[in-house]
């Protein structure tokens, strides 16, 4: 072996470079495995020596990284070459014992070639003893060479240029010095250079366009190809969305191929190819193929190249024309896009092809050169890693944006609810404030009043006296007000019995005219009293039939939350009408709906007020200088009961002109068990309003005899009661303790038994279990009467023995009713 047969560094190097290079080898050598073969010329017998020339040598075998370094003597020009061999003395103690004599040169040679590595252990293998030791190793590392991990190799090329760079320059004796290799030194120092600056980029850089773009310029100018191109595959296009200049709007891909491509079936698994998204040209006036996109049904006569890029396949043609001379389609495609030589190497990232990087060479055949397959390989790597840390970085983009706005959304719901919460506490404060002078106003009336009709009954007429009229009103004014707080009181167990969702619709069939004349009926005084005028606007009859008749207003609905839907939405718009003013109420029905529509000429609403109008509390004029009195109940409560029909309420008003509340209300299906059923409500509101306007004296149609046991310990409600049915001809026993109660009933035998539920010691539901229980009493009548005015209550009366059940306050002629129909039953 002589150093031809490696390759010669066009320098002369002194003998410690050549230690120096020997020991680079071995480190890069170790550095990949814990024992590489390393071998040098000190492995040899003593006297052999390889051939005449080479002196020094040093060979590393290892997995990964390979590599042969030989010494020849060498000589400046004008002197002649100095062996270490002569005077049979080493190199280092020569020159360190005589510091003034002649520097030891070498012709140094260095090959990473496997076949010459191999050639080279053979030879030594020749020169050792048959029984040496070492021959096995030498030829397991012969089995084991294979070119360099392109890492190691461009390692050991930087740490080489940085020592020969720090030597200084000697002239080469030998003029077949193979300048060759130093050329392909220097390109391959380049392509480091080239290589360390796209990854310089890459680290730098999260900009994946800009990373793309300086790889392909980088590719051309350094294999200096005629071009150099990214091609992306479908997916990726999609994943990172297409490079600045190649969206389909300003440049559509276009077919390479000729028109006259054959079907493709959509199952091909070659379908699904890309485009060519970034270029770099070595001149203008070479054609551009960016944005090109290939039919897929070529590449179907390259079997499985998909498949074998994915698993790192380079593929080098040197001549596409015999490469492809029997595939005429890939090769028109080739001539179109002017492809005569290509390289390919794939960037997969992350077990995925993404795409490929490609070199052209375009007019001419090219041989690819292994360096040059490496670096491209290289580039396609650090591509690979670029690509990867640009989609983390754009999912991290993502999650921070969603984060972002998580956090935006999340501070507005606070907000949101920050002001929810004041508002919440606002009103109730404004609820308490308003509730408080709801209940005062009407209280003061009662305590006033009554305390002023009391003194002129106790004190002699002469001192002090009040005229039967007076009293009268008075008396009139005290009733009014204990109507109204009932009607507060009612007004919020609605709501909260609504919003407890125990209110259960008690659907009947009943007809919307006479609801609406019964409404108008009950509110026309308070009308009249503010000036109001009333219309009555209904549109039953089918038009142009002119007929007056009421067939067509029978409508299926809870009548009684109807009823209250009317009176609220009508009393609102008389109290909030100046007197001058109109009030109309509209019902018609409109296919399976019932629409009511309250129109005033009043104050209006303005229309940034229409959200809270329909909130609990909510009074729009403030509740310290209110001119209106009211709960800020009514609308919340309407629009409930609405939606518990599944209807709508809405709103049209203008300041100062006046307000149209209109109710979509839909037909309710009419069940069997609910036709007979009785409207149930504590105490209807409607009602005592009806019966605002009933004379104190009650004067009932009906007069039923017999004898009536009430029990009741409050005194004043038992007098009511025995005054009222002693004045329609009943036989009252009053009584106010349950327990003797029960043994003076049994004694009795009245026909009907009035019992309160909450009385001292044994209370109403044990009488009426008692008397339930006896046969002397168990099928007498019972009227519970009780102060608790839930439905439940009701309930757990008729459950506890009674037959009907009437909540307090007591109004005068549901008790008459209620008693009438008792004891008619009996007779
Ligand atoms: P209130 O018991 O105070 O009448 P509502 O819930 O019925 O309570 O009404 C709430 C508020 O809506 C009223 O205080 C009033 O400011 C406004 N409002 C309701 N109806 C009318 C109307 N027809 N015209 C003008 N304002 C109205």
Avoid at 15 to 23: K, Y
Avoid at 650 to 674: C, I
């Amino acid at each position: 072996m002589s150093i031809d047969q490696t390759s010669r560094l066009c320098r002369i190097l002194p003998a410690p470079v050549f230690d120096q290079l020997g020991s680079l080898l071995r480190q890069i050598a170790e550095g990949t495995e814990a024992n590489p073969l390393v071998l040098a010329e000190t492995a040899l017998p003593v006297g052999k020596r390889l051939n005449n020339q080479i002196e020094r040598f040093v060979a590393v075998v290892s997995s990964q990284f390979s590599g042969l370094l030989v010494a020849e003597a060498a000589a400046l020009d004008g002197e002649s070459p100095l062996s270490s061999h002569q005077g049979n003395k080493t190199l280092s103690t020569d020159r360190s014992a005589d510091p003034s004599a002649q520097p030891v040169l070498y012709q140094v040679g260095l090959s990473f070639s496997p076949a010459a590595i191999a050639v080279f252990l053979n030879q030594i293998s020749q020169l050792l003893p048959t029984d040496s030791p070492l021959l096995l190793s030498l030829r397991q590392a012969s089995q084991q060479l294979q070119p360099n991990h392109a890492a190691l190799q461009s390692e050991f090329t930087l740490r080489l240029v940085e020592i020969l760079t720090a030597t200084p320059p000697l002239r080469a004796t030998d003029a077949s010095c193979d300048l060759r290799v130093e050329a392909a030194l220097r390109q391959q120092v380049e392509q480091e250079r080239s290589l360390n600056q796209v990854t310089t980029q890459i680290r730098q850089s999260l900009d994946l366009p800009l990373i793309l773009q300086t790889a392909v310029q980088e590719a051309q100018k350094l294999l200096q190809s005629d071009r150099a191109v990214i091609y992306e595959f479908e997916g990726s296009l999609a994943a990172n969305g297409r490079p600045p200049g190649a969206t389909t709007e300003t440049l559509p891909p276009r077919p390479l191929a000729s028109s006259r491509r054959p079907p493709l079936s959509p199952s091909s698994p070659h379908l699904a190819l890309g485009c060519v998204s970034y270029e770099a040209l070595a001149t203008d006036a070479l054609p551009s193929v960016l944005h090109l996109a290939e039919e897929a049904y070529c590449f179907s006569e390259v079997t499985d190249y998909r498949i074998k890029y994915h698993k790192g396949f380079i593929l080098a043609v040197n001549d596409t024309e015999t490469a492809y001379s029997h595939s005429s389609c890939l090769l028109k495609l080739l001539r179109q896009a002017k492809v005569r030589a290509k390289l390919v190497v794939p960037i997969v990232v992350r077990e995925e092809l993404w795409g490929l990087l490609v070199a052209h060479q375009c007019t001419e055949p090219r041989h690819w050169e292994d360096h040059e397959k490496v670096f491209l390989q290289r580039i396609a790597e650090h591509l690979a890693i670029a690509i990867y840390q640009a989609r983390l970085y754009s999912q991290l983009q993502q999650q921070k944006q969603m984060l972002e706005q998580r956090v935006v959304e999340r501070t507005q719901e606070l907000g949101d609810a920050l002001v929810a919460a004041q508002a919440a506490s606002r009103a109730k404060t404004e609820f308490l404030a308003a509730m408080s002078h709801e209940l005062r106003t009407p209280l003061t009336c009662v305590i006033g009043m009554a305390e002023t009709l009391l003194r002129a009954m106790v004190h002699k007429p002469d001192t002090y006296s009040l005229d039967p009229q007076k009293q009268q009103d008075y008396l009139k004014i005290i009733k009014r007000s204990g109507e109204h707080l009932l009607e507060l009181i009612n007004d919020i167990l609605d709501v909260s019995q609504v919003e407890a969702g125990k209110t259960i619709l008690n659907v009947s069939k009943f007809s919307l005219a006479q609801l609406a004349h019964q409404s108008l009926q009950m509110l026309r005084e308070k009308a009249q009293s503010n000036g109001v005028e009333f219309n009555l606007d209904l549109r039953f009859a089918p038009e142009g039939t002119g007929a007056k008749s009421f067939q067509e207003d029978l409508f299926t609905a809870d009548r009684r939350r109807v009823s209250q839907i009317l009176l609220n939405l009508l009393s609102n718009a008389i109290k909030f009408t100046p007197a001058g003013g109109r009030v109309t109420l509209r019902v018609w029905l409109e296919n399976n709906f019932a629409v009511i529509q309250v129109q005033d000429t009043g104050i209006g609403i303005p229309k940034s007020q229409y959200p809270l109008l329909f909130q609990k509390f909510q009074q729009l004029d403030g509740t310290y200088h209110r001119r209106y009195e009211g709960t800020g109940l009514g609308l919340a409560l309407t629009k409930q009961l609405v939606e518990l029909h599944g209807g709508k309420i809405d709103v049209d008003s203008t300041v100062g002109k006046g307000s149209t509340f209109t109710v979509w209300l839909p037909a309710q299906p009419l069940l069997e068990n609910s036709r007979g059923l009785k409207a149930f409500h504590p105490v209807a509101s409607a009602l005592s309003k009806v019966e605002a306007d009933r004379p104190i004296q009650v004067d009932y149609p009906l007069s039923f005899g017999g004898r009536i046991v009430l029990i009741e310990d409050h005194e004043e409600s038992a007098m009511l009661i025995c005054d009222l049915l002693t004045a329609a001809g009943c036989q009252v026993i009053w009584m106010v303790d349950g327990s003797t109660a029960i043994k003076q009933i049994e004694l009795l035998q009245p026909l009907l038994v009035i019992t309160d539920i909450q009385l001292p010691g044994i209370d109403g539901f044990e009488i009426m279990q008692f008397l339930r229980q006896h046969p002397a009493t168990q099928n007498t009548k019972i009227l519970a009467l009780t102060a608790r005015a839930l439905p439940e209550d009701k309930q757990r009366c008729l459950e506890a023995g009674a037959n009907d059940y009437l909540a307090k306050p007591i109004q005068p002629y549901q008790l008459l009713d209620k008693v009438a129909a008792l004891v008619s039953v009996e007779e």
